[in-house]
């Protein structure tokens, strides 16, 4: 599977043009706290354009919107990627007719039409047209396209090595394989299935910098909308002052809260998935996706086997972090980051909150 497709490529920014816009349902902004704030913003800064329609409010309602279709069009190209490596696996199927074995008679079917059990034949240079056990002869097989594997490999009926893959390639000789696959069920249905994925779920540390994004866009909300308040104050005491209008507070609002990390958090964790994907990864989860980033070294054998080896400390307390606990360690770990990243860096105060027992 090979697809590397450019982040400026153009057919990529189109595809995803349009589903950003879609994402422009309220149902849809809503799971984002904080732009779903900005989108709202944007909405009554649209509203009250129609009653004062000067040149500041036009620029700040264009910025407004500006800054929500591009944080829907960042997420959508990042989704938009994902389709694209499922669909590189799409074009690996094969759709050219196969030799179906009926009776010891030979028919040319389509290969969408075989089910399980049926028969087929390949000789060399035909691509076998579907999952299934070689039952009648042996062959060199080219899986370059599935595993990686540049040298082809030995398979024939009988014992453990009987095994082919749809998509695959005969190199030499002639087999009879016997489908072990409904259509929709094959190997390459399954990868694409897990590219494609369902909805993807939010990580522990997502969750965890989600609710430190909420925490800080309702106290800068609460500063922003005290202020008129304080206003009509200094006014009552002959201070001087002018009472902020809802646009001006909105504006102020947009720009105290973390808009930046809440508009590109979602796109960050599928560009991760991706990132895997185009190396012929397959990630199931972001939560596998932030462990790897830990990972230095992973040493695998030919097969890609891994074997799980549980490790123990001696004499160390091996009781599980307390999920109150983790989430407080996460939360700290976020907002100290957020202020000390260009100094000290995530990691290091990951190491100091570590050494002093604060979490």
Not at 150 to 156: D, H, N, T
Not at 210 to 230: D, E, Q, R, Y
């Amino acid at each position: 599977m090979k697809s590397h497709s450019s982040l400026i490529d153009p057919q990529l920014l189109r595809g995803a043009l349009v589903p950003s816009l879609r994402k422009l349902d309220p149902r849809k902004q809503w799971r984002n706290p904080v732009m779903f704030t900005v989108y709202l913003g944007a909405i009554l800064c649209t509203l009250f354009l129609l009653r004062s329609a000067g040149m500041f409010e036009v620029q700040l309602v264009l910025w407004l919107w500006f800054t929500v279709i591009f944080a829907n069009f960042a997420e959508a190209v990042a989704e938009s990627r994902g389709k694209a490596q499922a669909d590189a696996l799409r074009s690996m199927r094969v759709t050219t007719p196969a030799r179906k074995l009926t009776d010891g008679k030979e028919a040319s079917v389509s290969a969408n039409d075989l089910h399980k059990g049926d028969l087929v034949v390949c000789e060399a240079g035909d691509a076998i047209p579907a999952d299934g056990e070689i039952i009648e002869g042996i062959a060199s097989v080219d899986e370059s396209a599935i595993t990686g594997e540049s040298a082809p490999v030995i398979r024939e009926s009988g014992g453990d090595r009987s095994a082919v893959t749809g998509g695959t390639r005969v190199l030499s000789d002639r087999i009879v394989i016997r489908v072990t696959n409904e259509p929709g069920q094959s190997f390459l249905d399954r990868m694409i299935a897990l590219v494609e994925g369902g909805e993807r779920q939010q990580t522990p540390n997502e969750k965890a910098l989600g609710i430190l994004l909420i925490s800080m866009t309702l106290v800068f909300l609460l500063v922003t909308f005290t202020l008129p308040a304080f206003a009509k104050f200094l006014l009552g005491q002959g201070l001087g002052g002018e009472v902020p209008g809802l646009v001006i507070l909105i504006a102020l609002l947009v720009c105290l809260i973390p808009t930046t990390i809440g508009a590109l958090v979602s796109a960050i964790g599928i560009s991760g998935i991706d990132r895997l994907t185009r190396h012929n990864v397959l990630a199931t989860s972001g939560r596998a996706v932030e462990a790897v980033g830990d990972v230095d070294v992973l040493l695998l054998d030919k097969t890609g086997t891994i074997t799980l080896i549980p490790l123990a400390l001696k004499g160390a307390d091996s009781k599980p972090m307390p999920a109150a606990a983790r989430l407080r360690r996460n939360l700290l770990i976020y907002g100290l980051g957020g202020i000390l990243a260009p100094f000290a860096g995530i990691k290091l105060i990951d190491l100091a909150l570590t050494t002093t027992g604060l979490a």
